[in-house]
């Protein structure tokens, strides 16, 4: 076979380059670390890292959402915190304000600090997280969700819509609570209307039924929710009490119970759930009426009221307080109604709490969860990408002493040629 000189030059040529390309390619392997330099260096491990890669920017993103999370979540937790601290101190003063030594002065005094709390609290319901959005608005988280209007009433401008992250590739978590359903919709003891009404026209009146109070909410609904009302007879010689029905017809089965006076010399009647109390010199057959009443969302009897409304109602009844006994009947009823509305309150926001250790919980969980799918992520993405040194090395080493043979043998073929035997 006959061998041209340029096609010698040529080989050899080429030969070098290919070397040199292989040393190139593993020197520049050695330096990135990388194995796969280029797709065609392995489609499959490059379509794989491909995926990898997508689900670690997923990854990073859920990481930002749990953050996310993370940050609304304790910050509405520490505000909770300082709503029911205010609540606490509204009860304090609601059992202070019933003591009997206490002057008009001294109320009005604690009207005063009611007054702050009720700032404080009306402050902490609009309050803003680290992106400026309302944490208790709802969906509606860029205007204020509480506001008080010019007659000092409060009224709820968000809605009921409960914001949530996605923190996993199926899995939400909620990261805010509705201004409503945890400020507003605070069930009110004070639900039934009550009248009194003197069966005899000759009866003098002097006898006062106080506000209706549910005190079983399940018996309430069970037993007294679904009638009209009720009618409180006064029995023979104002020692017995009967139960009758608005019509004036005897329940059945009948209901009755004798009248004792507690501490406060008031008569306690309780039936249906509901308790009332009754002052004053109590005749036969004088007549007490308790129902339903209004229970539209402006009435003072309606099923909600909301924590603002009570402690303004409590402000305003210590603001406007005298020593007389109406005053001090009509106090009675509204520190023992504000006490009980305040309890439900703090319950409420107790049950949220709850709810946000919960959530706070399943945040713990799925930052444990990103972290392991992360770590697996980061070591089949190493096993398929990252370069082995030693082999690589080794590779380079054999890699040069072929390339520096080759370059040795093109130079002396390359001095081969026929006018070195003629000279």
Known sequence: MRISTIQAFNNGVRGIQDNYAQVSRTQEQVSSGKRILSPADDPVATVRLLQLGQQGSQIKQYEDNLRAARNSLVQEESVLNGVNNSLQRVRE???????????????????????????????????????????????????????????????????????????????????????????????????????????????????????????????????FYPNDGITIRIGVDAETYEVLDTAGNPLLPPVTGDLEAGPDGSFSIRHAGVVVKLDGELQENDEFTVDRGDLTPASDNREKRSILDTVALLRDTLANDGDDTESRLQRRDVLSLSVSNIDNAMNQVLGVQTSLGARLNIVDSSENELAESKLINQTITSELEDLDYAEALSRLSMQSVVLEAAQQSFVKISSLNLFNFIR
């Open 93 to 223: 003063i609601s059992l202070m304000a019933g003591n009997g030594s206490y002057s008009v002065q001294d109320r009005q005094a604690l009207a005063q600090e009611l007054g702050e709390l009720e700032d404080e609290l009306f402050q902490l319901f609009n309050t803003r997280n680290a992106r400026g959005e309302y944490l208790f608005g709802g969906y509606q988280s860029d205007q204020a969700p509480f506001v008080r209007e010019s007659d000092g009433s409060y009224s709820y401008q968000g809605d009921e819509g409960q914001r949530s992250i996605q923190i996993g590739s199926s899995k939400m978590v909620a990261i805010n609570d509705s201004g409503k359903s945890l400020f507003v919709d605070v069930a009110n003891v004070n639900r039934v209307n009550t009248a009194a009404q003197p069966f005899d026209p000759a009866n003098p009146g002097n006898v006062r039924i106080s506000l209706g109070e549910v005190e079983n909410k399940r018996v309430y609904d069970e037993d």
